[in-house]
């Protein structure tokens, strides 16, 4: 059971702005670890779409946006397309007495 | 461009061992870590461990008595064992290069994927 949580699913029209939230705890995210982003396409590997809390690796869209505040994080797709529906994962560390790299419960995006 | 590839056996039984190998390619195997990720079927993903180049190793706790991770430089690559499989190992596993956390900013991501292997553990 992850310990990251993000909603099963959000969803908007073409164009609209969508954002997923990553709830964390005081073992990770609270405690300053940052928080990165992955994208995964029907079929495919993930990809880092939003590392270091907010920082896009080099070819991902300006419409991709992330921000953290205290124990949580948030992915944003403003203008959203038909090629954004997917998987989005979040992804810190946790430092509990099971410390590990962990990732969110992941997030289905659907464009209406 | 650095580019990753697993390999290894689609069907392994219960009870037995799972064997996976990762080459990497377009790069050489320092100054990162080195990681196994799965994904049972319709489920999220979850971090195995890493081995990285100077010797050092972490696991994921609950599998960490069953894995082991392991580099061989002289072939540019990793490999991941995982004992005493039972169905629960069902998934595709991902090798992926890790940014240490030392890195300021991107430390703990995994910047680089292998496309993925499918694992059924089955009789």
């Known amino acids: 059971q992850s310990v990251l949580t993000q909603p099963p699913s959000v969803s908007g029209a073409p164009g609209q702005r969508v954002t997923i939230s990553c709830t964390g705890s005081?073992?990770?995210?609270?405690?300053?670890?940052?928080v990165h982003w992955y994208q995964q396409l029907p079929g495919t590997a993930p990809k880092l779409l939003i590392s270091?809390?907010?920082n896009r690796p080099s070819g991902v869209p300006d419409r991709f946006s992330g921000s953290k505040s205290g124990t949580s994080a948030s992915l944003a797709i403003t203008g959203l397309q038909a090629e954004d529906e997917a998987d989005y994962y979040c992804?810190?560390?946790?430092?509990?007495?099971?410390?590990?790299?962990?990732f969110g419960t992941g997030t289905k995006v659907t464009v209406l | 461009q650095v580019q990753l590839q697993e390999s290894g056996p689609g069907l392994v039984k219960p009870s037995e061992t799972l064997s996976l190998t990762c080459t990497v390619s377009?790069?050489?195997?320092?100054?990162?870590?080195w990681s196994w990720i799965r994904q049972p079927p319709g489920k999220g993903l979850e971090w195995i461990g890493y081995?990285?180049?100077?010797?050092?190793?972490s696991y994921n706790p609950s599998l960490k008595s069953r894995v082991t991770i392991s580099i061989d430089t002289s072939k540019n690559q990793f490999s991941l064992r995982l004992t005493s499989v039972t169905a629960a190992d069902t998934a595709v596993y991902y090798c992926?290069?890790?940014?240490?956390?030392?890195?300021?900013?991107?430390?703990?991501?995994?910047?680089?994927w292998g496309q993925g292997t499918t694992v059924t553990v089955s009789s």
């Open positions: 992926a290069r890790q940014i240490p956390m030392i890195v300021p900013r991107t430390g703990g991501a995994f910047d680089i």
């Open positions: 377009g790069g050489f195997i320092s100054s990162y870590f």
């Open positions: 081995f990285y180049h100077s010797g050092g190793s």
């Open positions: 005081s073992s990770n995210i609270g405690a300053g670890y940052v």
């Open positions: 270091g809390n907010t």
């Open positions: 992804q810190s560390y946790d430092s509990s007495l099971s410390a590990s790299y962990v």
